[in-house]
């Protein structure tokens, strides 16, 4: 087949959301230069005409393009990279299932002029199934000391074509509307792949990890423990603490605030300790509609970028029990 029918059966956004966390904003995605470092995003993907450009480097381009520059590769390479992804095999062309989120992110509903929207779709509730679980590859995890009950509910397992680990990432209501993954590739900072990624773009996200999982626990408590990610969530259910959620992120966003209002219960921060809860603004308006306390490390339990959860159930249990009120 011709390079250019090959990147075209290949959706730019799909392919690289596997390296930038892109947001779309009227039919264009944002998101912050995987080339070079910066805090404001500046890197712009179109699937109309189906093109990049990066303002921060000045590279833009298609697909084939994106290639070349992200892997540093020769045009051979470049052209099996694709191939690959996009199932070719040899010169005969065996086009892979067509993703769920590839089909139903094409199309947006108009947009209210000055709101977000969640472009994010519901995904089949058997997504999982096509992904393998084996215990050898999930032992990353494992010997961290995530329980194999708490892989197995969350439904963590393995995705062979990009070697990580993968879990379903729900909304409120219990519906696949992304895929996380965390790469096995020992060498993934000199390959520059993202160790944390998100196998759909998100529109503006919607949800919080776990709380679907965890509804019953949460409601029974009356409290919503939030940590920034997933596996904080694995670790604690292991942990036997299952009134537990992740923001997937460092800031609570309006749709967050939103169902946390919506669900009354007393939220308790546990972020990452580099994060400060009270620069946050909208954690600063949930106050005025449910109790809000956060974890404090004053006592430099942690090391500078840990996650609450990171030097053991011990300490995160004294850091709990010392939490304060967000006044």
Request: net charge positive; aromatic share 12%; with cysteine.
């Amino acid at each position: 087949m011709e390079l250019n029918d090959l990147i075209q059966s290949v959706d730019i956004v799909e392919f690289i959301s596997q390296f930038v966390d892109l947001e779309e904003k009227n039919g264009e995605y944002w998101g912050l230069s995987c080339f070079k470092d910066e805090k404001t995003p500046s890197f712009s993907v179109r699937r109309d005409p189906p093109l990049f450009y990066d303002y921060s480097s000045g590279i833009g381009g298609n697909l084939y393009t994106f290639v070349k520059h992200y892997y540093n590769c020769s045009n051979k390479e470049a052209v099996n990279i694709i191939k690959k992804y996009a199932g070719v095999d040899g010169e005969v062309f065996v086009r892979r299932e067509k993703m769920a989120a590839t089909v139903t992110c094409k199309k947006f509903s108009k947009k209210i002029k000055g709101v977000k929207q969640n472009s994010s779709k519901p995904l089949p509730d058997n997504y999982m199934e096509r992904y393998e679980y084996s215990l050898d590859k999930l032992s990353v995890w494992l010997k961290e000391g995530i329980s194999k009950e708490s892989i197995d509910k969350f439904q963590v397992k393995y995705d062979a074509f990009s070697d990580r680990i993968v879990y379903p990432i729900r909304n409120v209501n219990g519906k696949i509307v992304n895929i996380g993954g965390r790469t096995l590739d020992p060498n993934w900072k000199e390959k520059k792949l993202r160790k944390y990624c998100y196998f759909f773009s998100w529109g503006t996200m919607n949800t919080i990890y776990g709380l679907s999982e965890n509804m019953d626990s949460i409601q029974d408590k009356k409290e919503i423990i939030l940590f920034e990610g997933c596996k904080s969530v694995l670790l604690a259910d292991t942990w036997g603490i299952h009134n537990c959620g992740a923001i997937l992120t460092s800031h609570l966003n309006p749709n967050q605030l939103r169902i946390l209002i919506k669900l009354g219960c007393r939220v308790v921060f546990a972020l990452d300790k580099d994060v400060r809860i009270r620069e946050d603004k909208h954690i600063q308006k949930l106050k005025q509609y449910v109790n809000v306390e956060f974890l404090w490390d004053y006592e430099d339990l942690l090391n500078e970028k840990d996650a609450p959860v990171d030097q053991g159930q011990k300490v995160f249990e004294h850091l709990y029990d010392k939490r304060l009120v967000l006044r």
